[in-house]
């Protein structure tokens, strides 16, 4: 049967499949002066002007057009070659013995505090492994150690990427337009309906999550039980969700429409996803332990399962409880393999990290080329400060020190990962753990790691600042995130579940607070997170 109500809205709540605590998800196509009272979505993205917590008498600065590419990371401003006070120069290569002293301190400190099973973790850099490692448990009945070669872990939304470098692929072979309706690539009995929307949803439009879909997961988004399982085609048929927005308005992000483009590029080469990976990545980069298919029986009428080697390399999946350690049930993610179903090891993430890296190629084999290599290093569209973007389907990160990365995170109800490469650094980062409170630790870890060798060490606490106190009438209210369903009861779940509270501290940091808790950010960058990232609909406090 279906997930139960209370694992299903356990789904909800933890937002499956989705890069882990970045606001860019939600993040409108322009920025947006401070809202003074409620802000149809309509409205809201045609207002450009934009408050600075520079001194007031600092014009705000102008913004381009929402829609003009960004610069390609590659092109950034060039950095110091030593900022004053940083461990290393970005030129130079991380010390191997302190980056795992560093990182066996971080990792094992959150598994006693944070209470994670198992973690495991690949760092690369000029196109050498300098740390491949697991820790902890992959199942603790009978008691099986995390091997980085070995151990497959879920990668959740990380599979993503796969799908984009596939599609990709298609547009550098001229049989894909990313500029062209999706509909064109799809069977007609699959084509997104207009629902009162003349806008077409473009294939541009599903790799920066602005196809203006609902987000929709309670009941159909992880099945427990595999004779639940059905094919991409019959779930992208039978789950549509409702289009709520133009398409290329804000990103707000969407598994379907992620599944959407893993179908199309299927229709256009008339291989089922599944083979169509292992064909065009897996088999030539030689990732051995990375699979698209789920441990599950043989069906005739779905993809095959994986193999039984792998299936015996699975880490299970964990929760916390008052008694310890609980192992979850196998997720499937089949029907929707495109956007969240694979499994891989720390050894392989190295070996794709480095591919990435390389602009496409490793060992011989191209996986894409230039104009593919190009596209995943350059945002379809600008962003402020310190907020993530889309680079062509991978997110954009801002590292600390001023470095620039891109990659992609992942979730399911057990498994949470982040994959982040810097290029700059010649660097890539991959973690994944395999219990549901592992989120904090792989959220914070490329970004310390970067911190503890990249850049100056920093005085703690950061000040808070003065003009933020004084604009604070700006930001303070009610928030409700784009990414939920907007009907039924799932919609009202998610208005209950994404909805932020914004309060401004007399020192000068902006406060928020959501059903993770309370979270501090200092002055103008905590600004501008809420401005770029958390507005549809402001609701001022009493």
Not at 243 to 254: D, K, L, M, Q
Not at 308 to 318: K, M
Not at 377 to 385: E, K, Y
């Amino acid at each position: 049967m279906r997930l139960s109500a209370k694992t299903a809205l356990a789904a909800l709540a933890a937002l499956l499949l989705i890069p882990a605590a970045t606001l860019a998800q939600d993040a409108p196509a322009t920025t947006a002066a401070g809202p003074k009272g409620p802000i149809p979505y309509t409205a809201f993205r045609h207002r450009t002007a934009r408050p600075t917590l520079a001194r007031p008498a600092a014009p705000a600065p102008a913004r381009p057009a929402a829609a003009a590419p960004a610069a390609a990371l590659t092109t950034a401003p060039a950095l110091p070659a030593t900022a004053a006070g940083a461990r290393l120069a970005a030129v130079e290569p991380l010390p191997q013995a302190e980056l795992e002293a560093f990182t066996d301190g971080l990792i094992r400190d959150a598994m006693d505090r944070e209470h994670i099973a198992g973690v495991t973790v690949a760092v690369v850099q000029n196109g050498q492994v300098v740390l491949k490692k697991g820790y902890g448990a992959a199942s603790l009945s009978p008691l099986r150690r995390v091997d980085p070669d070995k151990t497959l872990f879920r990668i959740g939304s990380i599979s993503k990427t796969f799908t984009w470098i596939a599609l990709m692929k298609e547009v550098e072979a001229g049989r894909i337009r990313i500029d062209a309706p999706i509909n064109l690539y799809l069977p007609e009995i699959l084509a997104v309906k207009d629902q009162g929307f003349r806008a077409p949803v473009r294939v541009i439009n599903l790799m920066d999550h602005s196809g203006g879909f609902e987000d929709r997961a309670l009941g159909q988004l992880i099945e427990k039980d595999p004779q639940r399982e059905r094919s991409l085609a019959e779930y992208l048929m039978k789950e549509r969700p409702h289009r709520v927005r133009t398409p290329g308005a804000i990103s707000s992000y969407s598994n379907y429409g992620a599944a959407l483009a893993g179908e199309a590029v299927t229709y256009v080469t008339g291989r089922p996803y599944e083979r169509l990976i292992e064909d065009e990545i897996l088999t030539p980069l030689a990732l051995n332990h990375t699979t698209f298919r789920e441990a599950r029986p043989r069906d005739p009428g779905l993809a095959g399962p994986m193999p039984a080697p792998l299936a015996r390399d699975l880490s299970q999946g964990f929760r916390w409880t008052a008694a310890g350690f609980k192992a979850r049930p196998y997720e499937y993610l089949g029907h929707i393999a495109p956007a969240g179903s694979a499994s891989s090891t720390a050894a392989d993430m190295a070996r794709y990290m480095s591919m990435l890296l390389n602009n496409g190629s490793l060992d011989g084999a191209t996986i894409y080329g230039p104009k593919a290599a190009q596209a995943f290093r350059t945002p379809i569209r600008q962003v402020p400060a310190g907020i993530n973007g889309w680079t062509h389907g991978f997110i954009q990160y801002a590292l600390p020190g001023g470095h620039a990365g891109y990659g992609h995170d992942g979730a399911t109800l057990s498994f949470v990962s982040r994959m982040v490469v810097a290029p700059d650094l010649k660097l890539g980062i991959f973690i994944s753990t395999n219990t549901e409170t592992g989120s904090e630790l792989v959220r914070r870890f490329p970004d310390r790691l970067v911190r503890q060798f990249y850049m100056p060490p920093q005085i703690f606490p950061r000040p808070g600042d003065p003009a933020l106190v004084a604009l604070s009438k700006r930001y303070e209210g009610h928030y409700l995130g784009s990414r939920r369903a907007y009907g039924g009861r799932e919609g009202f779940i998610g208005l209950l579940r994404s909805g932020v509270t914004v309060d401004v501290t007399p020192e000068g940091r902006l406060l928020t607070i959501d059903a993770d808790g309370p979270r501090a950010l200092p002055g103008e960058v905590a600004a501008e997170m809420v401005l770029a990232g958390l507005i549809l609909r402001h609701e001022p406090q009493p």
